[in-house]
């Protein structure tokens, strides 16, 4: 089992839908999870981190952490065609300097 | 300075020639990361330092691979003896300290012929 799962998509939404994107994690260690988006071509850049159960909110970006099944996801409102990239997960586990990156889910955002 | 930089952006390498690349990280930052990223794969990690000390070199693919870093700042990853299989993107990231958020630069795209 991988450490970081992702489905590789593509995921085809409509603009102005809501977009979900799931991160499944093996290791209960696990503390920190993080967002990056990446364009084809370009390194990633990072959306959003969230460290507690629950929801964390940054404008159109919602993150959901439950860490009991061991899920982390984004999801993105209103979305838009300059959406449409991979998304990838990230997991830095406690004790460790390790962030273990999922392979990505491709999201396209249809105009 | 403004962000991660890396260079070069681009090399394009016989097989069986050495390679440095370069990664001068966000001013402040002391801890510093290498990753590869296969075309269309994820991201692999290959080493961390924690200012110029190398704790984990788990993830280097094989003995061709070295990195080091001096002045706790510019680092160079080493790849000695290149093969077709080490084209990839070589992704630097630098974070203010473990465990806090890592900033990636534009990546070294390395084609090995």
């Known amino acids: 089992q991988k450490e970081v799962e992702q489905n590789s998509g593509p995921l085809s939404v409509p603009e102005g839908a809501i977009a979900s994107l799931n991160c499944t994690y093996s290791?209960?260690?696990?503390?920190?999870f993080f967002w990056y988006r990446q364009y084809s071509g370009k390194s990633p850049e990072l959306i959003m981190f969230?460290?507690?159960?629950g929801d964390k909110e940054d404008g159109r970006f919602t993150a959901q952490l439950n860490k009991a099944s061991q899920y982390v996801s984004l999801l993105i409102r209103d979305s838009q065609p300059s959406d449409s990239a991979t998304y990838l997960c990230a997991v830095n586990i406690l004790g460790t300097y390790k962030y273990i990156f999922g392979t990505g889910t491709r999201l396209k955002v249809l105009a | 300075g403004a962000g991660v930089s890396q260079s070069p952006s681009n090399k394009v390498t016989e097989k069986g020639k050495d390679v440095e690349l370069r990664c001068d990280p966000i001013s402040g930052h002391t801890a510093l990361y290498w990753y590869r990223q296969s075309l269309g794969q994820g991201l692999e990690f290959l080493i961390y330092?924690?200012?110029?000390?190398?704790?984990?070199k788990s993830g280097l693919p094989s003995d061709r691979f070295s990195a080091e870093r001096t002045g706790g700042s510019v680092s160079t990853l080493t790849i000695q003896r290149t093969q077709q299989e080490d084209s990839a993107v070589y992704l630097c990231?630098?974070?203010?300290?473990?465990?806090?958020?890592?900033?990636f630069g534009e990546g070294s795209w390395l084609t090995v012929v």
């Open positions: 990231a630098s974070s203010r300290d473990l465990r806090d958020t890592i900033y």
């Open positions: 290791d209960r260690g696990s503390q920190s």
């Open positions: 330092f924690q200012g110029n000390s190398a704790p984990d």
């Open positions: 969230i460290y507690s159960n």
